[in-house]
């Protein structure tokens, strides 16, 4: 893959192939209108930028027509087979260079969607979308070394608030290091990075205003958990 190619998977969609995507914050959230984006999901929800099956394939396409993919592994009957938890694994490949990506959804249609499009943000398709910030000046990097460490880039994640020393507060002993790492890696996992969705959504779920996600209790922060494991 040259710097060209990389560039080229690395630019900027048309808000016209931009979609919004919908995520509760609670599984068993009551369905209604969304003023946001007009849907009828679960509310309260955060709404997260994404690019579809459809425009990341045209991209790969537009860059590398022999692009191909394949599953990790095939179970016994030649069909992709699935992980433990009923995720998709497979390579995807553009310009000769292969990545990993995987995938989930509620038929194998979905997974496989799922799937190309996280193994081409490895490659930086839509990668600003998926980032916290806006990581599109990247692109325009000097020198092909730039261009080449901005394609491979991970993506950011959501920063834990500095650590506080555990201590008995009037609603409850406080949250403990073991809990507070299961959260931030659910919200992580769920795409929730930004401080204030991740607050909303925390507040939503323990049915309390909060300023800070350190001033939750040990037994809000199980609450929060339990609602992101449940969650689709």
Same mark, same amino acid.
């Given at each position: 893959?040259?710097? &060209?190619?990389? %560039? ?10 931009? @979609? ?5 914050? &609670?599984?068993?959230?009551?369905? @209604? ?11 309260? %929800? ?66 496989? @969607?799922?799937?190309?499009?996280? $193994? ?32 491979? $880039?991970?993506?950011?994640? %959501? ?21 507070? +790492?299961?959260?931030? $890696? ?8 930004? &401080?204030? %969705? ?20 040990? +037994? ?11 969650? &689709?």
């Amino acid at each position: 893959m040259d710097a &060209k190619q990389a %560039a080229a998977l690395r630019e900027e969609f048309p808000a016209s192939a931009v @979609g919004k995507l919908p995520k509760p914050y &609670k599984a068993d959230s009551q369905r @209604g209108n969304c003023r946001e984006c007009g849907g009828y999901h679960g509310l309260p %929800a955060v709404h997260l930028d994404y690019v579809g099956h459809a425009a990341t394939t045209a991209r790969l396409l537009s860059v590398d027509p022999q692009w191909t993919w394949e599953p990790m592994a095939l179970d016994q009957f030649g069909s992709p087979q699935l992980d433990r938890d009923g995720n998709l694994w497979i390579r995807l490949t553009v310009c000769g260079v292969t990545r990993l990506g995987v995938g989930d959804g509620k038929s194998m249609k979905e997974r496989i @969607g799922d799937a190309i499009r996280n $193994a081409a943000m490895r490659f930086g398709v839509a990668l600003d979308l998926w980032a916290k910030e806006d990581l599109h000046e990247i692109s325009v990097a000097r020198n092909d070394g730039d261009v080449q460490r901005a394609v491979e $880039a991970p993506a950011p994640v %959501a920063t834990p608030e500095p650590a506080r020393p555990a201590e008995p507060t009037e609603m409850g002993e406080a949250m403990t290091a073991k809990t507070r +790492a299961a959260m931030f $890696a659910l919200l992580n996992e769920r795409g929730i990075t930004e &401080k204030d %969705a991740q607050v909303a959504g925390i507040a939503s779920v323990i049915g309390r205003p909060i300023e800070s996600r350190s001033e939750l209790t040990e +037994a809000e922060a199980q609450a929060v958990v339990k609602s992101l494991r449940g969650a &689709k």
